[in-house]
């Protein structure tokens, strides 16, 4: 069965630096792998998605993240944060045709001026 | 388009009444899906539907949770009768397919007293 780890339940950056959060899965077939971002009182956003395409993945909000299937990993990155970045977010995995989506424990994001 | 629909936004209840959640999933998606998601934690499936029929009901309490999704496209999700551990943000998604991502509501938040 699939699953997620997401290291790091709260991460602190300063408006301006490089924002990381990791990810990494678990999966015994080739994975689609997902980033949610979730403000506060809302539901889901999808950030980005890997579904076994180009390996680096962009998405909106200037983030990104990189699929290494030799290290399970699918961290997401943004070079600057912004304060309006601040949320929980949320890496997930599925296995393809109708298996759901599992979800990881969330990272939440603090950006500090 | 359209997103999904939830309501109500927010419930208070009692322990051991009923409560009922709706969902309108975005027009054409086939698959909808219920989450819970307790504070702190990712967002866990409830249940899954492929138009009417149910394809994953595995993590559901049966004995308490029944969802329905009549006609294929509207969805309910009940809680009859409420314990104190119910207290969740209930979120609906809805997607295409395979690989496509979900689109989720902006959820039901409840407490139970």
């Known amino acids: 069965a699939q699953s997620v780890t997401q290291l790091g339940s709260h991460v602190s950056v300063s408006e301006g630096a490089l924002v990381l959060l990791r990810c990494n899965y678990s999966?015994?077939?080739?994975?689609?792998l997902f980033w949610y971002v979730q403000y506060p009182n809302q539901g889901l956003q999808l950030l980005l998605k890997?579904?076994?395409?180009?390996?680096l993945v962009k998405g909106i909000n200037g983030f990104e993240a990189e699929f290494k299937k030799s290290e399970t990993s699918f961290h997401l990155t943004k070079p600057s944060a912004h304060m309006s970045d601040a949320a929980e977010y949320f890496c997930?995995?599925?296995?393809?045709?109708?298996?759901?989506?599992?979800f990881g424990k969330g990272t939440r994001l603090s950006v500090i001026a | 388009e359209a997103g999904v629909a939830q309501s109500p936004r927010y419930k208070i209840i009692e322990k051991r009444q009923s409560v009922a959640f709706w969902c309108n999933p975005i027009?054409?998606?086939?698959?909808l899906y219920w989450y819970q998601q307790i504070l702190g934690q990712g967002p866990k499936l409830l249940i899954q539907?492929?138009?009417?029929?149910?394809?994953?009901d595995s993590q559901l309490p049966k004995d308490r949770f029944s969802a329905e999704r009549l006609k294929g496209v509207d969805s309910t999700l009940k809680i009859q009768p409420a314990k104190l551990e119910d207290s969740a943000v209930y979120l609906c998604?809805?997607?295409?397919?395979?690989?496509?991502?979900?689109?989720f509501g902006s959820g039901t938040r409840l407490t139970v007293v």
């Open positions: 998604a809805s997607s295409l397919g395979s690989g496509s991502g979900y689109t």
């Open positions: 999966s015994s077939v080739p994975p689609y």
């Open positions: 890997y579904t076994s395409a180009a390996t």
């Open positions: 997930a995995v599925s296995e393809g045709g109708n298996t759901p989506l599992v």
């Open positions: 027009s054409g998606h086939a698959t």
């Open positions: 539907f492929q138009n009417n029929g149910v394809v994953d």
